[in-house]
């Protein structure tokens, strides 16, 4: 039996991207599409392919439209501020949340953790699979050295910084290892060249471009060496593995869960 989708933000790129990759997978049925900027278009138009895919499903400008159409699962890509009140929507509603929006904190996932007591949310700082991985590689590396610095690319439609990837894996890397050398800048000649400091100090530095999708390099040194780990998506298609995978375990996942390392098993 096909899972029911609902996505909001359908008119961004990656809300298109989700609605074209939920439309077509055998396992799920895209039921509705939530996007004010893009209501009255069709999927397909916003997407830029055939009319008809998705069904036809016209873009509504309200989250009612949601349940109105059965939806079980909800994609939401969208912003900050729009996740912080969807999110009680989806909760009181009891359909199961997954969630692309980065730039929430702890007190949101708190809030969250409250609310999602009929339901369950998966909210993923990224959805790359080869992503999910770098963070787990820098974690285990972490305790063998002394000093990391974390580099992330991306996009210059990306409006937070650092990305909340980055955040992550300078979380993930400081809970491995409480053992870091101390940053050795005596004098910044420009202010921010040594970026932002992290968890456990970890330096991070936000690079914002054209041309450019979403990046992340880990460099780790210690005496007489370095290792650097490094992830690169060069289209939004390289997300919707991971997203469907998520639509497809939400449901049995319960609560609320950060990451899809739970669903690759580590």
């Known amino acids: 039996m096909s899972v029911r989708v609902g996505v909001v933000g359908a008119g ?9 990759a939920v439309a077509g997978d055998a396992g799920t049925e895209l039921v509705a599409a939530v996007d004010p900027q893009s209501a009255g278009r069709t999927v397909g138009e916003v997407a830029g392919v055939a009319a008809d895919v998705g069904g036809g499903v016209v873009v509504a400008g309200s989250l009612d439209a949601l349940a109105d159409a059965g939806a079980e699962v909800v994609v939401d890509f969208t912003v900050p501020d729009a996740i912080r009140a969807n999110l009680p929507v989806y909760a009181e509603a009891g359909m199961h949340a997954v969630v692309g929006t980065t730039g929430l904190g702890g007190d949101d996932l708190a809030d969250a953790r409250r609310r999602f007591t009929r339901s369950n949310a998966l909210i993923v700082p990224n959805f790359a699979i080869g992503a999910v991985l770098m963070i787990r590689f820098a974690e285990l590396a972490a305790p063998w050295f002394d000093t990391a610095e974390i580099i992330e690319l991306h996009h210059d439609r990306k409006v937070d910084a650092p990305s909340g990837t980055a955040t992550h894996t300078a979380e993930r890397m400081a809970a491995a290892s409480g053992s870091w050398a101390a940053d050795p800048t005596e004098k910044t000649v420009l202010p921010g060249a040594r970026g932002g400091e992290g968890p456990a100090g970890i330096r991070v530095h936000s690079v914002r471009m054209r041309g450019m999708v979403a990046h992340q390099e880990v460099i780790l040194g210690a005496e007489g060496q370095t ?3 490094r992830h690169d998506s060069y289209d939004r298609t390289s997300f919707m593995p991971g997203v469907l995978l998520a639509v497809h375990r939400v449901g049995t996942t319960p609560g609320v869960t950060v990451g899809l390392d739970t669903l ?3």
């Open 264 to 266: 690759l098993g580590f």
């Open 227 to 229: 290792l650097s780990i």
């Open 12 to 20: 961004g790129r990656m809300g298109s991207e989700v609605c074209r």
